[in-house]
């Protein structure tokens, strides 16, 4: 598959990266996915009950313009369910939990079919042990129907920054699942919230064999992959 951007839409006051919050200029900026959530996930973070996500969620649903791909960033089985009957199609289901928080969560995707982006949240002492996890949950997700699976490494979730490195620059390992690849690195604490080192990660990323680039400047990134592909550019 080409290399797809995901941009990032905040519908939250209190994103790490402050830009994203509530930034409508990404809903029109072409991206070829809109990864839309209503709960921060910085560090720390206290989790937002789906009633309330849902009320974040609802008007900004509402006023989008039509022919968009989306992506709802929730842990929330019921957030999904209602975004779905709101927007009359199916959406694409972006769970850093990878459906453990809500045991309803896999199975709505596996009897709806959704595409599901299942993230890897926790650390790890060697790096085989993120590509174990995802040999595991496919075991599990399968068995209730979910075949449509994207793989997020979960950079900047449980790791350290060497261990988001080493991820990053080892992601071959992870493109051997014979899954696609999210990465998501923009404005990150490993990138020290820097344009300039989001720019070298991304071009680490697509190295690596990344299908995804989750980003909160989708212009920037598809300059990126343009002159990734065109060495001549760089």
């Given amino acids: 598959m080409e290399v797809q951007i995901m941009g990032i839409f905040n519908a939250t006051g209190d994103s790490f990266y402050a830009p994203s919050r509530y930034n409508a200029s990404v809903l029109v900026s072409g991206a070829d996915i809109i990864d839309i959530g209503a709960e921060s996930t910085r ?30 960033d929730t842990t929330s089985a019921l957030v999904i369910e209602r975004t779905m009957q709101l927007l009359g199609r199916k959406v694409i ?16 995707a596996g009897r709806e079919g959704l595409t599901f982006v299942a993230m890897h949240r926790g650390g790890f002492f060697q790096r085989g042990e993120v590509a174990d996890f995802f040999r595991n ?3 599990k997700a399968e068995d209730l129907g979910v075949t449509d699976w994207i793989l997020d490494p979960g950079f900047g979730f449980g790791k350290d920054i060497a261990q988001n490195w080493e991820l990053l620059v ?5 493109k051997a699942l014979g899954r696609p690849v999210l990465v998501g690195v923009s404005m990150k604490r490993m990138t020290c919230a820097s344009a300039y080192a989001t720019e070298k990660a991304h071009l680490c990323a697509l190295e690596g064999g990344a299908d995804i680039l989750r980003v909160h400047n989708v212009a920037a990134a598809r300059a990126t992959v343009r002159r990734f592909h065109s060495p001549s550019m760089m």
């Fill in 43 to 72: 560090p720390g973070y206290k989790p937002v009950p789906a009633a309330e996500q849902w009320k974040r969620l609802e008007p900004v649903l509402k006023s989008l313009p039509s022919g968009l791909n989306v992506s709802i």
């Fill in 93 to 108: 289901v972006n769970d850093i939990s990878a459906g453990q928080d809500d045991p309803a969560m896999l199975p709505l």
């Fill in 137 to 139: 949950w496919r075991l």
């Fill in 170 to 174: 080892n992601l071959r390992e992870l």
